[in-house]
């Protein structure tokens, strides 16, 4: 961990010894006493950006998922209820936010649909720029073998490459069917008047 104005050396899961200004590790810990007490930390990886999005999601089944938004969006995984964990998985590259506004609204979303179904959504200004341009717009990331491998990212809004708004702060929810709901923050004109406000929009998968 660090603090603010200060230099440390913090040893990573990999046993290298990291300096930098912001440099966190991700610990796991464990509780299978309904939190009375907890097991060690467990260190699972370095985030040199921290703060960017983290979320945690169980299959109800002993599978745990950890994804989490570094330069890179990555997922770390333990099929033994917390027990042990998989090395980090880059899931999506290149998803840091362009600036500190977009940073503030980024967050990845994580959710397990059926079986070995599970899907993940973030925000983002910097992925695919070159298709998407800079103005930050929602992808959602599929894995289906229980997140051992995930397909790539595809666009949550549909106008993507040309909407030129800022899309952020994504929450997902799955049914009992599978289906997805995302929900987003927009700011776009949508008034005859041309103004840029907040809107909220939804997309539901079929």
């Known amino acids: ?3 603010d104005g200060e230099e440390h050396y913090v040893e990573g899961p990999d046993g290298g010894n990291y300096e930098w ?6 610990y796991a810990i464990r509780s299978i006493d309904s939190g009375t007490t907890w ?3 467990q260190p699972l990886a370095i985030d ?3 703060g960017r999005g983290l ?3 169980t299959d109800g089944d002993g599978t745990w998922i950890l994804a989490w938004v570094d330069t890179d969006l990555f997922v770390a995984r333990s099929r033994d209820d917390g027990v042990s964990w998989t090395d980090p998985i880059r899931i999506a590259q290149n998803v840091d936010p362009a600036d500190e506004w977009s940073g503030s609204r980024q967050r990845v979303d994580l959710r397990h649909a059926r079986g070995d179904q599970w899907l993940a959504v973030f925000a983002s200004q910097s992925f ?3 298709i998407y341009g800079i103005d930050s717009d929602l992808c959602a990331v599929r894995s ?11 666009p949550v809004n549909l106008d993507a490459a040309n909407d030129g708004a800022t899309d952020a702060s994504p929450s997902l929810a799955i049914d009992d069917n599978g289906r997805a709901l ?4 927009t700011y776009r004109s949508l008034g005859s008047d041309g103004s840029i406000d907040a809107d909220v929009f939804a997309a539901l998968t079929t």
């Open 39 to 41: 097991s060690a930390p």
């Open 1 to 3: 961990s660090f603090r």
């Open 128 to 130: 695919r720029s070159d």
């Open 48 to 50: 040199t950006w921290p």
């Open 182 to 185: 995302v929900a987003w923050e």
């Open 21 to 26: 200004r912001g440099v966190e590790i991700i």
């Open 144 to 154: 289906g073998d229980g997140g051992a491998t995930w397909r790539d990212p595809v």
């Open 55 to 57: 979320d945690l999601e």
